[in-house]
């Protein structure tokens, strides 16, 4: 539900010039609940107010490929909509901390590390910040993610993982169940078997939406609506996930 809240935070802004669009501007909004398990978000009321407080923000590649470069925010997304199964945890999205962010005049493409990090976690209200950097070699990518503890600046988790490239997304699910390791989170039995189905499976539908996200934070309501169509429309020609 965060990716929809998003959309509709953004395209609210632009609501006014596109009025007379905002029929198929809706079918862009529906794109995030192809990408959401809609039985993954349900928590208790008791669990809310003990849960962890978690921001996720851009991957840094350091591959000088240009088609690897959606994972930046691909990664992100993909890690925030896994994360969000885990009803201990509160998840500032991927979107929503670049929106917190570019309100506060940091740059989009700010990489958060140890120095930066207690300044942004205080402007985002998170106790914790989860990013990192990827490297694609040949038919590999290695994942080196970082879980920043905002009060002291420390990184508490750090390790290289490593997935084949024509499986990376499966790197959400490798890694959604780490952080909840380190955090000494016990998961439910029920939560433990929908964590390790991906959030996010179709890589192109992704790519696609990471286009619209790109167009939406410059304001270009047409040029995102156009992408997010496009992920809608890869996605409802395959409906069963693989």
Do not use: C
């Not at 088609?67 to 994360?83: C, I, K, V």
């Not at 989170?185 to 990471?210: F, G, H, T």
């Amino acid at each position: 539900m965060a990716l929809l809240l998003t959309l509709n935070n953004k395209w609210s802004e632009g609501r006014n010039m596109l009025r007379p669009y905002r029929w198929d501007l809706l079918l862009g909004i529906v794109i995030a609940f192809f990408f959401m398990n809609p039985t993954s978000f349900a928590q208790s009321s008791s669990s809310q107010d003990l849960r962890i407080s978690l921001a996720v923000i851009d991957f840094k590649s350091l591959t000088p490929h240009a088609q690897t470069n959606f994972l930046q925010q691909g990664l992100a997304e993909a890690l925030s909509a896994q994360l969000q199964k885990i009803p201990q945890l509160d998840i500032m999205t991927r979107s929503k901390v670049s929106e917190v962010l570019k309100e506060q005049g940091f740059s989009q493409t700010l990489y958060v590390d140890q120095t930066t990090a207690p300044e942004v976690g205080k402007i985002v209200a998170a106790e914790y910040l989860l990013t990192g950097t990827y490297q694609v070699d040949q038919d590999k990518i290695l994942l080196i993610p970082q879980l920043i503890q905002v009060e002291t600046g420390k990184i508490i988790y750090s390790e290289t993982i490593q997935e084949s490239f024509a499986n990376k997304l499966q790197l959400q699910v490798t890694l959604a169940n780490k952080v909840a390791k380190q955090l000494s989170i016990k998961l439910d039995p029920l939560v433990q078997p929908n964590l390790q189905q991906m959030a996010i499976q179709n890589e192109r539908a992704l790519q696609s939406y990471v286009q619209g996200l790109e167009e939406q934070e410059k304001q270009n309501w047409l040029q995102a609506q156009t992408h997010f169509k496009k992920a809608k429309s890869i996605l409802s020609k395959q409906p069963s996930p693989i």
